[in-house]
């Protein structure tokens, strides 16, 4: 049972424009959600967290935004890079990380 | 300072051997977390420890174990391995334990290929 889901196993963005990340989960009671990137023959990189009592955390070009009521999350990048093209994870929990399937990501100029 | 060293980073087993892995967590990280990554399935997570002990397993067999020593360093053991444990094994570490630490600080995993 996926209890973290990534329903778009790719994307594909012109640079410049926003990239839109979504995440589903299922277990009301996680109460920390995190987004990692990984790229080809590297571990994934922490990105961007938020945790259930927010709907919204910005860092820079990164923004996750979380819907309680719908068990959604979503990560807006903008504007996007080439840079930005790798795998994206979502991650959810209470006392461990359950990670989603991913998203390819990728810009292209 | 030195990140999350796992080896080795890539090894060929054939079926009904077994394997070990190992993980250097980042100096002071005293939570190691270990990851299973096959496509289409994303991260599994397989068990964590801290201070030495299991906190925490995943739904994957009893063939699938692992330890924690006391200078954090950690393994994890695969036993009769089958055709279907090739995936990428990522060990993880963070400071403290629980997702709300904010990070966890991946290694470059150890890839396993089961002919």
């Known amino acids: 049972d996926q209890q973290v889901k990534q329903n778009s196993p790719s994307l594909s963005v012109q640079e410049g424009r926003i990239s839109i990340l979504n995440c589903d989960y299922t277990?009301?009671?996680?109460?920390?959600f995190l987004w990692y990137k990984k790229y080809p023959a590297e571990g994934p990189t922490f990105l961007i967290s938020?945790?259930?009592?927010?709907d919204k955390n910005e860092d820079g070009r990164f923004t996750v935004f979380l819907n309680k009521s719908a068990k959604h999350l979503s990560l807006h990048i903008v504007p996007s890079q080439p840079g930005d093209s790798a795998v994206y994870f979502c991650?959810?929990?209470?006392?461990?990380?359950?990670f989603g399937t991913g998203t390819r990501l990728q810009v292209f100029p | 300072k030195a990140g999350v060293t796992q080896t080795p980073r890539y090894l060929i087993k054939t079926r009904g051997q077994q394997v070990t892995l190992s993980c250097s967590p980042i100096?002071?990280?005293?939570?190691v977390s270990w990851y299973q990554q096959t496509p289409g399935q994303g991260l599994q997570f397989l068990f964590e420890?801290?201070?030495?002990?299991?906190?925490n397993k995943g739904n994957f067999p009893g063939r699938f174990s692992g330890r924690q020593f006391s200078n954090s360093r950690s393994e994890m053991n695969v036993s009769t391995l089958e055709l279907g444990d090739s995936a990428l094994y990522l060990c993880?570490?963070?400071?403290?334990?629980?997702?709300?630490?904010?990070?966890?600080?991946f290694g470059e995993g150890s890839r396993l290929t089961v002919l």
């Open positions: 993880a570490s963070s400071l403290i334990r629980g997702p709300n630490t904010g990070e966890l600080f």
């Open positions: 277990n009301s009671m996680f109460d920390y």
């Open positions: 938020i945790s259930s009592i927010k």
């Open positions: 991650a959810a929990g209470i006392d461990k990380l359950i």
């Open positions: 100096s002071g990280h005293r939570s």
């Open positions: 420890y801290f201070s030495e002990t299991q906190r």
